[in-house]
């Protein structure tokens, strides 16, 4: 099942539970704006080429839109459209005052220059810069684009607009990005997983945890959960996987791989096959990387006690079937890994009020956020007897649904 239908599977579910009204449920899915502009460049030979951008502006009844830029071969407005509906419940169940967004261009980011890659980043931006703004839709960076995108964005929107820092999030520190951005959604990731692991009354430090994806995300959340004691048995990423028993010491492997650029040969722990570690012996198993990577044919074999899905839509829902039989609690990715979002929220609350926080704040207001989206997620399960995806989702799809009531929707 893909992603779009994955979601429209989640929000109907929700809008049953909450009993919302079906002229309002079918006005919630439908996209506010679909855009799609043709790209043309000028590559380093002279040759001209095309690439096709696009950007979904979901809904905005609870203020601008926001979400990332991909840039991907295999970037489809089908696959945007999903990524953008999921931000509008995303952003409501972290209760920051933004609606869901999403765009990419498709194109692979690897064959290119970085000059081409600035000029086609120019040329996007110009096609789409009365189309976005501070209090309209803010991008950020996503699969294939970074801080340095970012800075080519705010540059090609500030010819146009004036100096404009809140345009983009993920910004480069000395061009107003946030302090702490960088290891957010890791971060994010931890303090759901602490709010959750309290709830059945177990702490990091005493148990063990396999990471799938070390790349930002599961690097830094082994990372921390490293430095509060936990226990992390294994990790892979595209290059491989390693495995030690004891606990890898993750620090070192970072080291390893910023040195190698792979995870295998490192001396602290045993190569293991990718495959396997999704069902690694582990209290703890945290899927970083694609989605759809649990499914009906190794749910079965998941041996962790809780999922908490870094990753978007890693658990398909045959797998969600299967797992919630074994008893197995999956934290879902539109709230755990909804700290990428939240500090991109601080950002702009920074650029927007031209005054810097320290990264202490950052983290502190991060804890603040997750740890209060957590209760009420929580509170939605109990009030509609329901798995923590349906509370999750139900918790989102009210708030949007509250605020295009109260703004008057059928008028």
Request: net charge negative.
């Amino acid at each position: 099942m893909n992603a779009l239908a994955a979601t429209n599977r989640n929000f109907r579910q929700a809008a049953r539970i909450l009993g919302l009204d079906s002229k309002l449920e079918k006005s919630l899915l439908i996209p506010f704006r679909e855009i799609k502009v043709e790209c043309t460049i000028p590559k380093d030979d002279g040759t001209l080429v095309s690439y096709v951008g696009f950007r979904v502006q979901h809904d905005n009844a609870r203020g601008p839109m926001k979400g990332g830029i991909r840039y991907h071969h295999e970037v489809d407005l089908d696959e945007v459209n999903a990524l953008a509906q999921l931000m509008t419940w995303k952003t409501a169940v972290a209760d920051i005052p933004y609606g869901g967004a999403k765009g990419g261009i498709g194109c692979k980011p690897k064959d290119l220059s970085n000059s081409e890659l600035e000029r086609l980043t120019r040329v996007f931006t110009q096609k789409i810069h009365d189309l976005i703004g501070i209090n309209t839709d803010v991008p950020a960076p996503d699969m294939g684009t970074n801080a340095q995108t970012m800075a080519w964005i705010l540059d090609e929107y500030s010819k146009f607009h004036g100096h404009s820092p809140a345009i983009v999030t993920g910004k480069p520190i000395d061009l107003g990005g946030s302090l702490g951005r960088e290891a957010a959604t890791g971060r994010g990731v931890l303090y759901a997983m602490e709010a959750l692991l309290a709830e059945h009354g177990k702490n990091i430090k005493d148990l063990t945890f396999a990471v799938q994806g070390f790349g930002n995300v599961g690097a830094w959340a082994a990372k921390l959960i490293h430095e509060r004691g936990g226990k992390v048995v294994a990790v892979s990423d595209i290059t491989g996987a390693v495995k030690n028993p004891n606990g890898l010491d993750i620090a070192a492997l970072l080291d390893h791989k910023e040195a190698t650029g792979k995870l295998i040969d490192f001396s602290g722990g045993d190569v293991m096959n990718s495959d396997e570690l999704l069902t690694h012996e582990c209290d703890v198993l945290i899927p970083c990387a694609l989605g759809g990577v649990l499914n009906r044919e190794n749910a079965d074999h998941i041996k962790a006690k809780f999922i908490i899905e870094a990753a978007n839509h890693p658990t398909d829902p045959e797998a969600d079937e299967i797992l919630s039989k074994k008893g197995v609690v999956i934290l879902p990715d539109i709230y755990a890994n909804a700290g990428g979002v939240t500090v991109s929220y601080f950002e702009w609350v920074q650029n927007i009020q031209g005054f810097m926080w320290d990264e202490e704040k950052v983290n502190m207001e991060l804890k603040k956020y997750m740890t209060k989206a957590f209760h009420n997620l929580k509170n939605m399960c109990q009030s509609h007897n329901c798995n923590l995806r349906m509370g999750a989702f139900t918790l989102g799809v009210n708030r949007v649904a509250r605020a295009t009531i109260l703004r008057g929707w059928e008028a």
